[in-house]
């Protein structure tokens, strides 16, 4: 595997269940991050990693909670979601800083 | 709250003509990066640019970084049917509370 990957591609889940993403880098980058990408919306910014320690957390609701166990993976795990919490979820990966950011396929959530 | 918009939104041309996609903020800028998303995939880094005025090619694509750091833009010469995919501006700020903060997106399409 090269690059970053994400599991699952497409998920779909009903508000009560509690799922997790997973992210992979293969790039030795210290820093990972998650962004959202919805419909007409920006890219937002949602969680940071640095050397595994997380640096940023953009007012993100606590349904979501990340994860970097180390360097090269990162998780986001989901909790009772709310339909508006559907979007395409992208990692990324960096040597350091905000400078060539390396994303993944992402993974389409549908939240019923 | 700081905004980076793009205009168009959409744009479908022919084969063989030109266009420019514009970055605009009324924020100052450490540097501002273009990405191409294609579908399925998530964001590939193009081009950055960091010095006021500067201006960078990539093939057919041109970028350019306004004298005040404050908006971009993107020119493709002759356009062909690869070119397709939505198109994203992002600014980077390296202050006290460094962030990224990306453009709401130009959808282009090329027609054959």
């Known amino acids: 595997e090269t690059g970053v990957t994400q599991t699952p591609r497409h998920l779909v889940m009903g508000m009560t269940n509690k799922k997790s993403l997973k992210c992979e880098q293969h790039?030795?980058?210290?820093?990972m991050y998650w962004y959202k990408q919805s419909a007409k919306k920006p890219l937002e910014l949602m969680f940071v990693y640095n050397f595994k320690e997380q640096t940023e957390n953009n007012s993100v609701p606590s349904r979501f909670s990340p994860e970097c166990p180390n360097s090269s993976h990162l998780f986001l795990h989901l909790h009772t979601l709310q339909p508006e919490d559907s979007a395409l979820y992208l990692c990324?990966?960096?040597?350091?800083?905000?400078?060539?950011?390396?994303f993944g396929p992402g993974t389409r959530l549908l939240v019923l | 709250t700081q905004l980076l918009e793009q205009s168009p939104q959409f744009l479908s041309i022919q084969e063989g003509e030109n266009l420019t996609v514009y970055c605009n903020s009324s924020s100052v800028f450490s540097s501002l990066q273009w990405y191409r998303q294609e579908p399925g995939e998530g964001p590939v880094l193009l081009v950055t640019?960091?010095?006021?005025?500067e201006v960078k090619k990539l093939k057919r694509l041109t970028f350019q970084f306004g004298d005040a750091r404050k908006d971009s833009s993107l020119h493709i010469t002759a356009a062909q049917p690869g070119d397709t995919g939505l198109y994203l501006c992002?600014?980077?700020?390296?202050?006290?509370?460094?962030?990224?903060?990306f453009g709401s997106g130009t959808r282009l399409s090329i027609r054959p």
């Open positions: 990324a990966s960096s040597q350091d800083g905000w400078e060539t950011q390396y």
């Open positions: 790039l030795g980058h210290n820093a």
């Open positions: 640019v960091v010095t006021g005025g």
């Open positions: 992002a600014g980077v700020q390296y202050s006290s509370a460094s962030k990224i903060i």
